[in-house]
């Protein structure tokens, strides 16, 4: 993502307790370079746009240089974005703070424990949608985070995932960082622990996931729906499953209809993306 950051420009960067931030912060010690603030799971998104709304008043005071450029970027996994930290990310979005917002999105609670959370797919196995003699996994579909946000009618917002030489990944967050006004990223984050695939195996598990249109690569760009990957020959969605331990139980011969019945709804919300996208 700071990839796409011009020479010259710094970022602060907002992170929700999470993966991401105890993997790289670990106090007094840090990987990143550019100023770094550490918040509950629930709050992110609304230290960021304070943070932007103080740099935009500063700046207009003229107590800082009008020839800085800070760009303002938080992060948050699923677990603090779709459900903890939605009621403040809903809140900087529609108030349209010129910020970029990240969701790396895995799935689960994965950096407590694994438990469910709404980016979940349906029958997955965590450690409170176990698997057992009354036990199918999660019995809910998965909300579309990327759809509510394109709700919000904000001027840019993608879905994304670790695939090829990640130009993708690239071109998009240069885009949302540089689109004015709140942007939304969500970037498919495969967690080896919670999804229970060998880590070797990261970029053909994402590949997998686009060439079965479970996770479509696309972009609104004031509100124009664009579909970024189409694939020649969709996959079915069983050969995404059978990757992953966590539906080993999904993949047994007996247990056919659930995989019929994520087929059905991963086929439901690639023909209503197609449509979108002005596809059909």
């Known amino acids: 993502m700071l990839r796409a950051l011009e020479e010259d420009d710094e970022a602060v960067i907002g992170c929700a307790t999470g993966c991401l931030e105890v993997s790289t912060f670990m106090y007094p010690y840090t990987s990143w370079r ?6 509950a799971f629930e709050n992110v998104a609304a230290t960021t746009s304070g943070a932007e709304a103080a740099y935009k008043s500063l700046k207009k005071q003229g107590k800082i240089d009008k020839d800085t450029n800070y760009k303002f970027i938080a ?3 699923d677990g603090g974005t779709y459900d903890i930290g939605f009621q403040s990310l809903s809140g900087a979005m ?9 969701c790396y999105d895995n799935g689960a609670y994965m950096n ?5 959370s709404s980016a979940t797919p349906r029958y997955a196995d965590t450690t409170t949608t ?7 996994g999660k019995s809910e579909f998965r909300k579309d985070m990327t ?3 394109a709700d919000h009618n904000l001027p840019y917002v993608a879905q994304t995932t670790f695939i090829g030489n990640l130009k993708d990944l690239h071109t998009k967050a240069k885009k949302a960082i540089y689109t004015e006004g709140a942007t939304f990223l969500n970037v498919m984050a495969p967690c080896p622990r919670g999804w229970r695939y060998p880590p070797e195996k990261l970029m053909e598990l994402c590949k997998l996931a686009v060439e079965t249109c ?3 690569m696309y972009e609104i760009e004031n509100g124009e729906w664009r579909l970024n990957y189409k694939p020649k020959k969709k996959l079915p969605i069983e050969e995404f499953l059978k990757a992953q331990g966590r539906f080993k139980h999904v993949t047994k011969a007996e247990k056919r209809d659930m995989i019929e019945e994520i087929q059905a709804e991963v086929d439901h919300r ?3 993306l197609l449509v979108k996208c002005g596809e059909k």
Do not use: C, L
């Not at 550019?34 to 918040?39: A, V």
């Not at 529609?94 to 990240?102: F, G, I, L, Q």
């Not at 176990?130 to 199918?136: D, I, L, Q, T």
């Open 214 to 216: 479970y996770w479509p």
């Open 147 to 149: 759809a509510i946000m």
């Open 112 to 116: 407590t424990g694994i438990q469910r």
């Open 75 to 77: 992060f948050g996994g």
């Open 94 to 102: 529609e108030r349209n703070h010129d910020m970029t917002y990240v």
């Open 34 to 39: 550019d100023s770094f603030i550490h918040n």
């Open 270 to 272: 690639w023909e209503q």
């Open 130 to 136: 176990p698997v057992g003699k009354e036990g199918r």
